[in-house]
């Protein structure tokens, strides 16, 4: 930078020099005198050297909110956090998470339209039951979707946003799913976010977000309960008579599933930020047949009535809070807390929302993508890129 403003300075004086009138330089036909050296004098010939014209801004990244992530947790039990009982089943995981971002069509600063997906690679490193064996390496579910940005405000440091994610496909990729049965999963989402200014161009909490998010989801599946070709168990049909059965559970799969979450973030600096969020995940389930004839050989055929009390509904709430560190570029680190699990335990009583056996705590490491290839992008605040999701 000092080079060149030493260079345009230059330019700038040869400029008024050469300059028609300029410092004693004749203006008629007669040839120009050599001129006495002397220090340079303000000729007042203003604007003859050449206007810098304003760099135009770094085209953004077609891949921009582009991550791979390397993510740790353990269940907080497995920490000894937590209630005097520790579990008996100990959970450690790592996953590389893939979180790819495209640009298809943009209109700056206004609107866009992109594709995203998201597939994790995990790695169980006890002895934990949600895996077969200890240390074995499963896939997440793919998940794959469109999304369309829509700024609404943008003012005096004040933005709004609308994201929509139409539609939203969950393909079975995982170990479970592929195995039990499920199909695809397909539904929308629509998320609001709001950027609030607090101390104005000052480098300590410049800005806080808010946002809401809402989904709808429906799942199809093989059966309404879950089954596998492989496996044929032997048991007692309705008439009376012994066969092998493909089915893994009594229960149904969830048909429709809603999700409602609040965000929240608060940034400290422009690359550290406090974020929270707070979600519900309601779900109903697949009907059973309300009457089912049970027949046997010496006794006949009897009606069985499902019960009016049958749960066909269930919900899984969501804690998340954590602090992120968007350096050094395109380096970000994030360590939180994370509370996911069903509304009523196995006691048939409501569950705390903060705290579960279910409850863990995470670490990871973020390579942003798209500022490996761009030196101008940046990631996007923590609430928004939750809002995207």
Known sequence: ???AAVSVLL???VAVAQAPGAAGTPT????????????????????????EEPKAEPKPSRFRGSALVLDNSASTQTLGVGEDYQSSNPSYEGALSLSPRYLLWEQP???SVGVRGRIDLIHEFTDSDSSTERGEWTFSDTEIGLAYAQNLLDSDGYKTDLNLGIPNLSLPTSKVSSSNGKILSAGVSVALSQVIPLRKDEKFLP????????????????AIVPTNDGIERLRMDPDGDTL???QLSGATFSQHQGTIAVLAALDFTDVISLDTEFGWRPAYKYPLSDDVDICNVSTGCVTVTTSEDAPDFSVITLFHVGVTVDAPRPFGFSVGYDNVTLQLGPD????????S?????GGSVILHLDQVFDSGASAPPPTQTALRR
């Open 357 to 361: 056996p279910d409850a863990r705590f």
């Open 109 to 111: 600063k206004v609107r």
């Open 1 to 3: 930078m000092r080079g």
């Open 207 to 222: 800005s806080a977000h808010g946002g809401v998010r809402v989904g709808y989801s429906y799942q199809f599946t093989r």
């Open 11 to 13: 330019f700038a004086n």
């Open 28 to 51: 008629g036909d007669a040839p120009a005198a050599v001129p006495v050296a002397e220090p340079q004098k303000d000729s007042g010939a203003k604007g003859a050297a050449k206007k």
């Open 244 to 246: 092998p059965s493909d």
């Open 348 to 355: 048939g009583q409501r569950r705390n929302m903060l705290y």
